[in-house]
């Protein structure tokens, strides 16, 4: 299994501004706790996982090479929380 990462600075962004933390967001992938992995629209290079985070659904781009996942942040999305709600 390919080893998680992320700048130290986002975190405690992402934990500040929104109250994501991505040490839990990568237990939970590690976990297979993840809805699904989907492409990202505007940036062909990156995909994101998407799952349920404090129960709301929470979107965590990444990009990867050979060894690592690089998460590059972590929101909260009403319009993925609705194409979910739409395709259940």
């Known amino acids: 299994m390919k080893e998680f990462t992320y700048k130290q600075e986002k975190r405690e962004k992402v934990l500040k501004e929104r109250w994501i933390d991505l040490e839990i967001i990568i237990h ?14 505007s940036r062909p290079y990156q995909r994101m996982f998407i799952l349920v985070y404090e129960w709301y659904v ?7 090479d050979d060894k690592y996942v690089y998460l590059r942040t972590a ?11 739409n395709n259940i």
Do not use: A, G, T
Request: overall charge positive.
């Open 28 to 41: 939970m992938i590690k976990e297979w706790s993840y809805i699904w992995i989907r492409q990202v629209p």
């Open 58 to 64: 929470c979107c965590v781009p990444f990009d990867e």
């Open 75 to 85: 929101y909260y999305s009403r319009k993925m929380k609705k194409l979910l709600d």
